[in-house]
């Protein structure tokens, strides 16, 4: 058995003295991890980075052992964000994130290419925020729970959308939800009008937002990982500061 596809490394744990154990999300194959034997040691200290894009050649004597990777880096995305604490943490979530609520080897192609237009967009401060929390709304979608924004869950009307409905993750306009507020998930503008930018504090509400169904309906009521926690408190901090 084996096959050549493309991958974003998401993790890598040390096996034995010199190999490692790396879970990709792979174009065509989904989470799919492998054995690279001599991985841990100098020469490939920098490929096996979380975000990490690879040409990766898997093999195995048979489809449901572990196998063993040959990987070639294609682009080194962490060592681009070394200076950018933000978006280096929005990287490490996103990577946890698909590692732990992707079903392993089922494939994902639009979780895959939702990833990789996230990491692309940590070059421009302006628009990552937004790719980043419509990715994660997008792997909610990817798990069978879509949030639905088209208009009021109560009225019908389209305009002054203000709240998610904790219940249905259904939108709900500021009159008619006004007596349940206390109850209500806030709704960021910049969700539901691509014009508007996304702040900080947009980007903190967002992702309470996405985190609440995530942990809800993709992890079963268990916690989140440690590394999107993470991001999230950097964010928390930064307001704080400002």
């Not at 034997?37 to 979380?50: D, S």
Request: hydrophobic share 40%; aromatic share 8%; with cysteine.
């Amino acid at each position: 058995m084996d096959w050549i596809d493309r991958g974003i490394v998401l993790t890598a744990r040390k096996h034995g003295e010199s190999s490692l154990i790396v879970s990709l999300l792979t174009e065509h194959h989904g989470r799919h991890a492998g054995l690279v034997r001599g991985g841990a040691g100098r020469r490939n200290r920098g490929v096996y980075q979380p975000g990490n894009l690879v040409n990766a050649q898997w093999r195995a004597r048979l489809a449901e052992h572990l196998g063993t990777y040959t990987c070639e880096l294609l682009e080194a995305k962490t060592a681009a964000l070394l200076d950018s604490p933000l978006e280096l943490a929005a990287l490490q979530s996103a990577s946890a994130m698909t590692e732990t609520a992707l079903p392993e080897r089922e494939n994902h192609p639009n979780i895959f290419n939702g990833l990789l237009i996230v990491l692309e967009s940590f070059h421009d401060q302006k628009i990552w925020p937004t790719v980043y929390v419509k990715w994660e709304l997008g792997l909610l979608k990817e798990l069978g729970f879509g949030l639905d924004v088209s208009c009021c869950a109560a009225t019908g009307q389209t305009d002054d959308l203000i709240y998610i409905s904790p219940k249905t993750g259904r939108a709900v306009s500021r009159q008619a939800g006004e007596p349940y507020r206390d109850k209500m998930l806030s709704l960021p503008e910049f969700l539901i009008n691509p014009e508007v930018p996304c702040g900080l504090p947009d980007l903190y509400n967002a992702l309470k937002l996405s985190g609440y169904f995530l942990e809800r309906h993709a992890f079963g009521g268990a916690s989140l990982p440690p590394a999107r926690t993470r991001f999230v408190d950097r964010i928390r901090q930064r307001i704080k500061v400002s």
